[in-house]
């Protein structure tokens, strides 16, 4: 994998979303630094999935805006925002019929251009475009631990190997910013370091950036660079994970009044 | 999927040999069968269109009848001459152009239909669907000029260089068969069919397939990954109508005249039997579908006086009509494959193929990936 991609600094500013009367993300502002683990926490309905949904373009905002770069995401279809370079993964695991291959093959969508007339004669230069990219596929299978499952149909695998898929079809994306929505939930202890390992070696590796949203509060305290702490909608604290673990408004949002117990010793 | 390496060289020689079977017909078959073959094919490239559409992107359709009766009455009348006495208008294009334009011309109309088959999903666009056909209906009837009206307009023969697909007195005989209409279109139909299922395959494992596929299972999560959603709707809509164009403009062929009452709501509904029948999602499941719902009023037609209960077609005895035997026939045949083989023939094919452990977890689920699975990971991470 090549590193020394340019990522832009993702810059969500006041962003507030209705439904119908319900105030689901109340003027949230944060910034996701270029190559950073940034992690989005809060106790359920506090908005984190909302986000996820406004920067993949599926949800509209009443106010507000979010800039990637010199693209402003609100205004944008969720495929455009695909094309900018974000890939993102469900919480509940949402995959094709299909092998492991023809998923990540489609993660590779914005990134080749075969069409339908293209596609049914398979013109040569259609035969080696799907050539290339299933050679790219292949590494990202292999870095992502799928490598032996290529071929398998994604309905044999078992669930933590469903999950690796979710992510490993964003990778095919060449993402500049990976939005992961709760990669580790379902998973055991095994399967949740490694999925923590993979996650951190692809930063690494692809200097990408990375807005994870997860429940698993000692993971997220050990990968990432910047916690986004959001209750009932609005932004209660955010700074380093040790900042974070010692703000008093983060443990009574999250042990629901004021204690001394820090955050993060939660285990599942 | 993966199969045993011997498996997978047996199926592509299976394949070859049924071809080669495939051409033999038009010197053994009475030109019933052949004319019953015929419309096999048609309604095999029909359904092979109509499962692109209903088995890959999850749409539906009820309109096919209508694109059939454009691609029909589009080559008719692109290849048709002018008769003033019969107040009838023609292109008198060469027929060959007009069998391609009058795909093209299906296309087009398909095309022009995206701003509705973009927008609705499923059932819905089922439902929107509809009006084509009694739109349709009432145009085959009042434009008189390009359709004949009521009555219908016969059909041009096709011809290729000089080389007539109908019956001419040029004496063409082959291994001491004469070779007349029927003969000649049968190969013309097999080429067809051939060309349609290879397409469609291609299609399907390319690019656009994998996004219809997505779209299908979950739109958001298809347009997370950059699939346009109205278009990919609306682009597998048109291919599918164009697919339906070529299968009508094939049945002109073989019907030698044409006429409104075929392109009923009926034949769309077949359409969709043959499709669920065979299996979504799948081109060999498409064309047993078609087959099998083409062959089956035919067979119990022919075979009405020795089958118990069914009576010929027009004959006076107490039974059932054979077609109305057959409605009956591929009405179970569509409920039984419903409850017991959702996934069509095709998958039922497929269930028997595969080794026997894989058995329960190949079982289809419409979803794809619903529930987690029970057992742990198979391998740890490494890396």
Known sequence: MSAGIDVPELRVHDVTVRFAGLTALDGVSFTVAPGSIHALVGPNGAGKSTTFNVLSGVYRVASGSVRFGDAELTALAPHRIAALGIARTFQNIVLTRGTVADNLMLGRHTLTRAGFLTSALRLPHVRGEQRAHRERVREIADFTGLGARFDTPVSLLSYGERKRVELARALCMEPKLLLLDEPVAGLNTAERAAMARTVASVRDALGLSVLIVEHDMGLVMRMSDEVTVLDFGRRISGGTPQQVQRDPAVIAAYLGGATDAPVGEETR | ?383
């Open chain 2, 1 to 383: 999927m993966s199969e045993p390496p011997a498996r997978r060289r047996l199926g592509p020689a299976l394949l070859a040999v049924g071809w080669l079977v495939l051409l033999l017909p038009p010197f053994y078959l009475s030109a019933f069968w052949l004319q019953t073959g015929l419309f096999a094919m048609a309604a095999v490239i029909a359904a092979i269109g109509l499962n692109l559409l209903v088995g890959t992107a999850g749409q539906l359709s009820l309109g096919h009848a209508f694109f059939l009766a454009v691609g029909a009455y589009g080559y008719t009348w692109l290849a048709g001459s002018p008769a003033a006495d019969e107040g009838l208008s023609g292109l008198r294009l060469p027929p060959a152009v007009a069998f391609v334009a009058a795909v093209l011309l299906t296309g087009v109309a398909g095309a022009l239909f995206s701003p509705v088959s973009g927008r609705l999903r499923a059932m819905y666009l089922g439902v929107a669907t509809l009006a084509l056909v009694f739109v349709g209906q009432h145009i085959l009837l009042n434009a008189t000029s390009v359709t004949g009206g009521f009555n219908g307009r016969s059909v041009p023969p096709l011809t290729v260089f000089g080389f007539v697909f109908g019956d001419t007195d040029d004496g063409l005989t082959v291994f001491d068969v004469p070779f007349g209409g029927l003969e000649r279109l049968w190969y013309l139909g097999l080429l067809l069919v051939a060309v349609a299922s290879l397409l469609a395959r291609n299609l399907l494992r390319g690019r656009p397939g994998r996004a219809l596929g997505a779209l299908r299972d979950s739109e958001t999560a298809a347009a997370v990954m950059g699939v346009h959603p109205a278009r990919y709707r609306a682009a597998a809509f048109t291919v599918s109508s164009m697919y339906a164009g070529a299968a009508g403009a094939l049945l002109a062929l073989v019907f030698q005249r044409i006429v409104p009452d075929y392109f009923s709501l009926g034949l769309s509904m077949s359409f969709l039997a043959m499709v669920v029948i065979g299996g979504l999602g799948s081109v060999g499941g498409a064309a047993a579908g078609a087959v099998f719902v083409t062959v089956l009023p035919q067979l119990l037609g022919h075979f009405a006086d020795r089958i118990p209960l069914v009576v010929a077609p027009g004959s006076t005895g107490t039974g059932l009509d054979a077609s109305d035997a057959a409605d009956f026939l591929y009405g179970a045949a569509l409920v039984l494959t419903l409850v017991f083989a959702p996934d069509g023939l095709a998958g039922l094919l497929r269930r028997l193929r595969l080794p026997r452990p894989r058995l329960r977890a190949a079982t289809p689920q419409t979803s794809a990936v619903g529930e987690p699975a029970v057992g742990d990971t198979l391998k740890e991470q490494t890396l």
